[in-house]
């Protein structure tokens, strides 16, 4: 259900592997969570009809009007409208202002889910996660994702690298939204957005959240989505429904992220809510299958948060049947709808890149396995030089080639090749015999570009989605705290 318009859209034989250095453990625990998803995902894609995930380029008509967050940043020239999205059974959306901003803009989100519902997290593998991040996880601990009542979002403080009074923070806030929606702290998840190494005042936002629950409405979604924006220039959402033995079921989602967008779990905030009926376990499992193919699939550049957060809900008023097995056929539809919501949200993730002019498609294939490829596909995406010949509309191939070899995953350099949209750079190891300079520059002109790299050495492909790297992005950080 993308909503932006189509902007344009190759293997030899296998040679020996060189020889590589032994996998480190954090390594050899990748591997090993590979082979165990992979079977999931088959058992998932086989519960019922093949469906195909959403073309990203695939054009949708203009919806709400899109409005910049910060004051002074303009609009990402890649920004999409945010969708209409209706309520969602069993969740009620409220925003207000607890002023942990300058200047006046909402910076706090309440979802209220007055009969409890499902719930399902992904965090950041960060080795310096938030408070927020701490309590949720811990309360997942407790309650394993059943009967949850609420979610506290605040923006302009990440409460992170902040010790035990940020921890103290965290449980006062889950501590007086409990009270203000009369259930219990363990029933209250967290998230927070904005500046590290600062305590978040937790008196304001208690002050606020009286404010905040008489703004509680199920079709709050598009205030919601402003609310958690830091430096994003545009809200971010997405919608869709899907079938469950014969019940229609909606899923909507809304994201914040701009820049610290890089492949470790989410990168981001995300929070999506579905009325259908599903157990927690399977919730967690859908989740954690396709954060890789969409959140974990993104850069902007290269570094990882320390609040990252998905959080998927299930509030089980659509009145089907709830699923309780991860390979239910039931679930096909509906498995395929997330993904797509999921894959909406991530690329808008990278088309609100901070200063960024091109939205990037790599696409890595002959590599000796999908995690290989992935590998050698976000090599390609972080690199600042290929980042900033993209932005100067240079196809330098070079650099390309560069960063798939920097890494120490195998490649055949004598059939490696290069292509640029339709048109190939280069081909077995060499300049392509068709290469067209004026071509190739009348390509990279587009807002919307595509990169395939083939390594020659195997099967497996991966896809990677980045932007380039223009004098916005440093003009955005180097004014970040302002």
Known sequence: MSKTPAKGRAKPAPKAPSRRKAANPAELAVQTFERVIDPLKSVLKGAGPNRAVRDPFEPTPPAVPVVAGKPGLKVSPLAVDFPRIPAIAGVELGVGRAGLYKHVRDDLLVMHFPEGAACAGVFTRHHVGSAPVDWCKRQFEQNGGEGVKALVINAGCANAFTGKPGADAARRTAGAAAKRLGCRQRDVMLASTGVIGVVLDDHKIAAALPRVEEDLKADNWSAAARAIMTTDTFPKGAYATARIEGKTVRIAGIAKGSGMIAPDMATMLAFVVTDAAIAPSVLRAILQLHIRTTFNAVTVDGDTSTNDTCLLFATGKAGNPRIGRVGDRRLADFNAKLERVLLDLAHQLV???????????????????????????????????????????????????????????????????????????????????????????????????????????????????????????????????S
């Not at 083939?454 to 896809?463: F, I, L, M």
């Open 351 to 481: 088309r609100d890149g901070e200063g960024a002019s091109k939205f990037v498609k790599v696409h890595v294939t002959g590599a000796q396995s999908p995690l290989s490829a992935r590998r050698i596909a976000r090599s390609i995406a972080d690199s600042p030089l290929v980042k900033t010949a993209i932005a100067g509309e240079d196809a330098n191939w070079g650099r390309i080639v560069m960063a798939a070899g920097k890494t120490e995953e195998v490649i055949d350099r004598d059939h490696l090749s290069v292509k640029f949209g339709p048109l190939w750079a280069a081909r077995d190891g060499a300049v392509s015999s068709t290469y067209d300079e004026a071509k190739m520059s009348a390509y990279m002109k587009k807002p919307e570009l595509e990169i395939t790299v083939d390594v020659g050495v195997g099967r497996g492909s991966a896809t990677v989605w980045t932007c380039d790297l223009t004098k916005g992005y440093i003009e955005i950080n180097g004014d970040y705290r």
